[in-house]
């Protein structure tokens, strides 16, 4: 069984829900990464994305497009990424809880390296599975067949425009979890999650078991009370990344005690 199954499997029981955190592989430099990566497990992430930076991201807001910017102005290629992710595997944080690593990454990077090759360096670099927010479901099939083979899980994502049938065809094809976004939009940081978001996941958790996490706008503990009884877990990004922009200004054990001090809160709200 996939590690990303095994987590929702050990949380279905108590009715827990799963805490994700996404940050961005090598903003400011690869060691920083490794360090947030082993920070956000210690203060409560059951799960962790790492974003592979790309110089035209799809989806992102301006906060992650920034560290990715950051990123790449640093000198971090994908074969970096990759490495950062087999360092953070190989931490006794993650070995010990046995966290599971996805990555996000834009389709050009996983076409340009090929997708085999891309699927075999994920699967060597400690990756459990991917989300891959720019594939579209008509062009997923291989390589969530390779994802498969070499047994990762590749994510989907639907949006609140998703209509239903559509919706439940991306829930078919996805596996490990469901992303659901949250707004209509790009990722970052709101002051309110829509309420619209539980009629979907309302429509979703009718029709398929598959796991469903929230992502997009969600940075407070007030947005997680709104959302966990209703999803599976919960995903933010750009309230960690926001915090890493001061990296090389700031020691980074002070920011990350602030990040750690964030996510116990957000996970606190999560699972009370």
């Given at each position: 069984?996939?590690?990303?199954?095994?987590?929702?499997?050990?949380?279905?029981?108590?009715?827990?829900?799963?805490?994700?955190?996404?940050?961005?592989?090598?903003?400011?430099?690869?060691?920083?990464?490794?360090a947030?990566?082993?920070?956000?497990?210690?203060?409560?992430?059951?799960?962790?994305?790492?974003?592979?930076?790309?110089?035209?991201?799809?989806?992102?807001?301006?906060?992650?497009?920034?560290?990715?910017?950051?990123?790449?102005?640093?000198?971090?290629?994908?074969?970096?990424v990759?490495?950062?992710?087999?360092?953070?595997?190989?931490?006794?944080?993650?070995?010990?809880?046995?966290?599971?690593?996805?990555?996000?990454?834009?389709?050009?990077?996983?076409?340009?390296?090929?997708?085999?090759?891309?699927?075999?360096?994920?699967?060597?670099?400690?990756?459990?599975?991917?989300?891959?927010?720019?594939?579209?479901?008509?062009?997923?099939?291989?390589?969530?067949?390779?994802?498969a083979?070499?047994?990762?899980?590749?994510?989907?994502l639907?949006?609140?425009?998703?209509?239903?049938?559509?919706?439940?065809?991306?829930?078919?094809?996805?596996?490990?979890?469901l992303?659901?976004?949250?707004?209509?939009?790009?990722?970052?940081?709101?002051?309110?999650?829509?309420?619209?978001?539980?009629?979907?996941?309302g429509?979703?958790?009718?029709?398929?078991?598959?796991?469903?996490?929230?992502?997009f706008?969600?940075?407070?503990?007030?947005?997680?009370?709104?959302?966990?009884?209703?999803?599976?877990?919960?995903?933010?990004?750009?309230?960690?990344?926001?915090?890493?922009?001061?990296?090389?200004?700031?020691?980074?054990?002070?920011?990350?005690?602030?990040?750690?001090d964030?996510?116990?809160?957000l996970?606190?709200?999560?699972?009370?």
């Open positions: 069984m996939n590690a990303i199954d095994q987590v929702f499997q050990r949380l279905r029981a108590p009715g827990r829900r799963a805490f994700l955190p996404f940050v961005t592989a090598g903003d400011p430099d690869v060691e920083s990464t490794a947030v990566a082993r920070s956000l497990v210690t203060s409560g992430a059951d799960l962790i994305e790492i974003g592979f930076p790309y110089s035209d991201p799809i989806a992102d807001g301006p906060v992650i497009q920034a560290s990715y910017t950051r990123a790449l102005a640093g000198g971090v290629r994908l074969d970096d990759f490495a950062c992710s087999r360092q953070i595997a190989d931490s006794s944080e993650v070995q010990e809880k046995g966290t599971p690593l996805l990555g996000m990454v834009s389709y050009s990077l996983v076409l340009r390296r090929g997708p085999q090759a891309f699927v075999e360096q994920s699967r060597r670099s400690g990756l459990s599975g991917l989300i891959v927010p720019d594939l579209p479901l008509e062009e997923s099939a291989e390589l969530a067949r390779l994802s083979d070499a047994g990762l899980c590749l994510v989907q639907v949006t609140p425009t998703t209509p239903l049938e559509r919706a439940l065809r991306i829930a078919r094809q996805s596996s490990g979890f992303y659901c976004v949250s707004v209509t939009g790009i990722t970052g940081e709101r002051e309110q999650v829509p309420i619209q978001v539980r009629e979907l996941l429509q979703l958790r009718r029709e398929t078991r598959l796991p469903l996490c929230v992502g706008g969600i940075s407070r503990p007030e947005h997680v009370r709104l959302l966990r009884e209703h999803a599976g877990g919960i995903i933010v990004g750009s309230a960690i990344v926001r915090r890493m922009e001061q990296a090389g200004q700031r020691p980074l054990e002070e920011i990350l005690a602030e990040i750690g964030l996510v116990k809160g996970c606190a709200a999560l699972n009370p």
